[in-house]
Protein backbone atom coordinates (compact mmCIF):
# COMPACT_ATOMS: atom_id res chain seq x y z
CA UNK A 1 0.00 0.00 0.00
CA UNK A 2 1.23 3.17 -0.75
CA UNK A 3 1.00 6.39 1.47
CA UNK A 4 0.88 9.32 1.23
CA UNK A 5 2.93 12.39 -0.21
CA UNK A 6 4.45 13.44 2.74
CA UNK A 7 7.90 14.97 3.85
CA UNK A 8 9.46 16.35 7.20
CA UNK A 9 11.27 19.01 8.48
CA UNK A 10 13.00 19.04 11.36
CA UNK A 11 12.21 22.13 13.38
CA UNK A 12 13.52 23.17 16.77
CA UNK A 13 13.29 27.07 16.56
CA UNK A 14 10.42 29.33 13.99
CA UNK A 15 11.06 29.25 10.39
CA UNK A 16 9.98 28.45 7.16
CA UNK A 17 8.85 25.11 6.06
CA UNK A 18 7.90 25.92 2.62
CA UNK A 19 8.23 28.97 0.55
CA UNK A 20 5.18 28.12 -1.71
CA UNK A 21 1.93 26.97 -0.99
CA UNK A 22 1.72 23.47 0.72
CA UNK A 23 -0.20 21.00 3.03
CA UNK A 24 0.33 20.52 6.50
CA UNK A 25 -0.08 17.28 8.00
CA UNK A 26 0.68 17.37 11.37
CA UNK A 27 3.77 17.09 13.27
CA UNK A 28 5.64 15.29 15.91
CA UNK A 29 7.20 16.71 19.03
CA UNK A 30 10.40 15.02 20.13
CA UNK A 31 11.17 17.53 22.92
CA UNK A 32 9.16 20.08 24.88
CA UNK A 33 9.75 22.53 27.71
CA UNK A 34 6.57 24.99 27.69
CA UNK A 35 6.63 24.91 24.12
CA UNK A 36 3.35 26.13 21.64
CA UNK A 37 3.47 25.75 17.75
CA UNK A 38 1.60 28.45 15.79
CA UNK A 39 1.14 27.82 12.27
CA UNK A 40 0.80 30.54 9.27
CA UNK A 41 -0.13 30.50 5.92
CA UNK A 42 2.96 32.69 5.08
CA UNK A 43 6.09 32.27 3.39
CA UNK A 44 8.61 34.84 5.70
CA UNK A 45 7.42 34.90 8.58
CA UNK A 46 5.05 35.22 11.77
CA UNK A 47 1.97 37.30 9.49
CA UNK A 48 -1.03 36.29 7.59
CA UNK A 49 -3.55 33.60 8.30
CA UNK A 50 -3.35 31.54 11.36
CA UNK A 51 -4.52 28.04 10.18
CA UNK A 52 -3.72 27.33 13.94
CA UNK A 53 -2.15 27.63 17.56
CA UNK A 54 -1.36 28.23 19.39
CA UNK A 55 -0.99 24.65 20.21
CA UNK A 56 0.67 23.14 23.32
CA UNK A 57 3.38 20.70 22.73
CA UNK A 58 4.12 17.24 24.63
CA UNK A 59 7.00 15.54 23.72
CA UNK A 60 6.65 11.96 22.39
CA UNK A 61 3.37 13.13 20.85
CA UNK A 62 2.12 13.96 17.30
CA UNK A 63 -0.41 15.61 16.03
CA UNK A 64 -2.01 14.86 12.33
CA UNK A 65 -4.74 15.53 9.99
CA UNK A 66 -5.03 11.62 9.22
CA UNK A 67 -5.51 10.98 5.51
CA UNK A 68 -6.50 14.62 4.93
CA UNK A 69 -4.20 18.36 5.21
CA UNK A 70 -5.06 22.20 5.31
CA UNK A 71 -3.62 23.56 2.18
CA UNK A 72 -1.60 26.72 2.19
CA UNK A 73 -1.82 29.85 -0.73
CA UNK A 74 1.29 31.51 0.58
CA UNK A 75 3.20 29.05 2.29
CA UNK A 76 3.84 27.28 5.70
CA UNK A 77 5.51 28.75 8.54
CA UNK A 78 5.60 27.71 11.90
CA UNK A 79 6.48 29.94 15.11
CA UNK A 80 7.60 27.83 18.15
CA UNK A 81 7.64 29.31 21.35
CA UNK A 82 9.66 27.76 24.80
CA UNK A 83 11.83 25.03 24.12
CA UNK A 84 10.82 22.73 21.53
CA UNK A 85 11.95 20.14 18.79
CA UNK A 86 9.48 18.35 16.42
CA UNK A 87 9.15 16.53 12.99
CA UNK A 88 6.90 19.03 11.01
CA UNK A 89 4.99 16.69 7.95
CA UNK A 90 3.83 18.53 5.30
CA UNK A 91 3.97 18.53 1.18
Sequence with gaps: MEGLPV???PMAASGVV??????????ICLTSA??????????A???GNVL???VALVAGT??????IAVRTSKGIYI???GAA???FLYN
Design 7 to 9: AYK
Design 18 to 27: KPIGGEVYGW
Design 34 to 43: AGTITVYDDN
Design 45 to 47: GPS
Design 52 to 54: MGP
Design 62 to 67: SFNFSS
Design 79 to 81: AIG
Design 85 to 87: TLN
